[in-house]
């Protein structure tokens, strides 16, 4: 069902839907902090910064248009985190989400991990929709009936019921991050998963929730010497034994659990070195790598730094395979970028169902696709002004040169508020889901 | 030809490029090392930039260690080449010269490296010590450098002063306090593999003590480390005037009755 994705000419991008609040006054706990599609697509997460999740669900193809795909509506709405106080530093635990991952479906219920900085949560999300009527020892409000009033027995019966999802958390895994969680990767063995915080990588089963294993470990003995931290870390997607972490330092490396217990060693070690001409002060700050991917295939990964985009071929360590410049103008304003602190905002990325082509936000509320195959990029923006229904998306440009061309818009113009960090990709389809800061835009595909 | 994992190395001070800012600066030339006066007041307002975004840190719920560790990496960035261009030396000589007594008391902190200076022999040196800004104090604190071994700071200016602005914020790497190493805390405690930092505590129950009230932020892994804990700014009053010479280097007794400020010049001179 995948597409040759958005580079051929032949395709076009289409505004399908916005959620969120239309006001501009933007609530702090309504910023979105993750986008994620379950394994099938017909689920789409998001988290907030009020420790919110929102599951929306794809409604089924309508019989009358073919072409035509079902909406998302919301699901369940739930609270995941609250925020909490750590009483021994004086200081709040956001209850911020960082990260969500579906676990693939094993029965009618559907799981999910959820994490702010300290504690993981396993939800289990389940329909219900049949109420059993006709109880022996209880009666229809629930109160228990004298056993002795039983005259007959009767068989209850199932009767259908407005549908009800329900959120419960079956499992909290707390206690064992002194630092932030930034990633969380469900293992492909559906068993095990890790979390990373800024200096370890534990590895967690999913039954079990009083203990962990500490599989990286790049705290130094003395804390005077720290001078790079884990941004990302992500199992490999069909070896359960590998997976990869990213660092501030642009560096990222593939570790295998079976080399031994504790994989401060890497495996292979991905760095490009650094282009001279380019080196400033900020250099290290725009090399930090904000987020790493696999490739649905597993034979490559994707790693996203301030200024763009390198997908990586796991068989060569020495530089990337392709690199994608995301907004290469923001290179002569980083001073203004560490100024107000946008050089360090963390961009994620994504790959489409084929791995054809990858994605990322930017400033503006832009977005950017390139296409692998096609070697095409393309710039696009989710705005209100472009929200109605089934009209196409124009492609945006960022004039670098003196001269602007009509529809360009220049980079001093650029709104360095309305930026799109997370981005997800539907599985199987091309359908995308792109979060500003407190909306969520569902975009779709068609061939011409 | 690239070698590999050549990130920053500013060993080769003809070949560096100028740093990349908004007015952009113009390049000195590889050969000549000839600053010019805009790059360096461009590379002086980054310091001083970064500076106060890591004092922030303490202001933050939980500081991004992240952002923390990238921030400080770009100021030793700037130290290490300040330091080579002998502007370093000359910018903390005229901070020196410009100071004057200061109208209230402000955080001030001393801080004794002679015990350190063994555990750091293995390190390239490190002439001075991050002081924190404490808002609403409105104070700047201005780093001597004295001898390798002896690091005193003292009370300077306030901060409206653009010239002092935060460039006496210097930095041995991670003494920029508790953004990063407060976190660390709750882990020292427990674990039992870092058997130093326990010791350290067992050393000076004392301090544990005098310093009960006093926000954990200031507490920090530096702290432990060097037996001297961070004060705030009016612990040091107290601890001049009540407690012996526990919080202070290697300077004698505490003379209450003296000026505060005189007291650290003392120090100074006498170092």
Redesign the interface.
Known sequence: MAGPGGGSSDVQWYFSQVKGAMDDDVAEADIISTVEFNHSGELLATGDKGGRVVIFQQEPESKNQAQCRGEYNVYSTFQSHEPEFDY???????EKINKIRWLPQKNAAQFLLSTN?KTIKLWKISERDKRAEGYNLKEEDGRYRDPNSVTTLRVPVLRPMDLMVEASPRRVFANAH???I?SISVNSDHETYLSAD??RINLWHLEITDRSFNIVDIKP?????????I?AAEFHPNQCNTFVYSS???TIRLCDMRASALCDRHTKLF?E??D??N???????I??ISDVKFSHSGRYMMTRDYLSVKVWDLNME?RPVETYQVHEYL??????L??N?CI?DKFECCWNGNDSVVMTGSYNNFFRMFDRGYRQDMTFEASRENSKPQSVLKPRKVSTGGKRKKDEISVDSLDFNKKILHTAWHPLDNIIAVATINNLYIFENKMN | MFTKGTKRKFSDPGEEPASSGDPGPAAPSAAARTLSSSYSLQRQSLLDMSLIKLQLCHMLVEPNLCRSVLIANTVRQIQEEMTQDGTWHIMTQALAAAQCPADRLVATEVLCRQTDAAAQAGQSPKPFSVVGLQEGYHSEEVVMEGDVETEVTMSSLSPLSPQLSSASYLTGPFEVGPCWEEEDEEEDHSESSEPSLMSEHSRHPALEELFSDVDPSYYDLDTVLTGTPKMGPYDLLESLSSHGPTALSSSSSCRSDLNELDHIMEIIVGS
């Open positions: 021994l530093k004086s200081l709040e635990i956001e900085d002194t630092y932030h930034n800024d200096l003995a003395n804390m005077e010497e720290l001078t790079e931290v941004t501030s330092k642009g760095e070195p650094e001279p001409n080196r400033s002060f900020f250099s290290e700050i090399s930090s020495t290179r002569s304003k980083l001073c203004s560490y100024e602190d360090f």
